[in-house]
C-alpha cells in the first residue's frame, strides 16, 4: 500500500510562488510505471485535476488554465513529485492533494487517482 505525504503549503499573496512536495513511500512497484501528480479541492467545489507527470519519461501533463503558472516535476530516486506554482492568485486556493496511478500523466488526468495523499492547504490572500 503507497502512502503519500505533501509539504509545502501555506499562506501566501497573490503573486507570490510556492513549491509543492510530495514523497511517496511503500513498494517500489508501485511507483514503477505510475504517474504523479497533484489535484485541488476548493471550498464547495469539487475536486479537480491540476498536473501529473510519468515515470518512464516524465512526460508533464497541466491543467489547460494553469499552463504558464504551474510547473510539475519529479524525482524518481526519492519518489517525491513537486509542484512549482508561480503567480498565485485568490483563486488557486484550495487543498492540493498528491496523487499517484499506475500508468500515464493522462490516464491520470483523465480517470483520476488510486492513492491519495491527506492534503496540504494552499491559501492565497492579501
Known amino acids: 500500500q503507497a502512502q503519500l505525504l505533501e509539504s509545502g503549503g501555506g499562506l501566501v499573496q497573490p503573486g507570490d510562488s510556492l513549491r509543492l512536495s510530495c514523497v511517496g513511500s511503500g513498494p517500489d512497484f508501485t511507483f514503477n510505471n505510475a504517474a504523479m501528480g497533484w489535484f485541488r479541492q476548493a471550498p464547495g467545489k469539487e475536486r479537480e485535476f491540476v498536473a501529473a507527470?510519468?515515470?518512464?519519461?516524465?512526460?508533464?501533463y497541466i491543467a489547460d488554465s494553469l499552463k504558464g503558472r504551474f510547473t510539475i516535476s519529479r524525482d524518481n530516486l526519492k519518489n517525491t513529485v513537486y509542484l512549482q506554482m508561480n503567480n498565485l492568485k485568490v483563486e488557486d486556493t484550495a487543498v492540493y492533494y498528491c496523487?499517484?496511478?499506475?500508468?500515464?500523466?493522462?490516464?491520470?488526468?483523465?480517470?483520476?487517482?488510486?492513492?491519495w495523499g491527506q492534503g496540504t492547504q494552499v491559501t492565497v490572500s492579501s
Open positions: 507527470i510519468g515515470w518512464i519519461d516524465s512526460s508533464a
Open positions: 496523487a499517484l496511478r499506475a500508468g500515464s500523466s493522462w490516464n491520470m488526468a483523465k480517470y483520476g487517482s488510486d492513492y
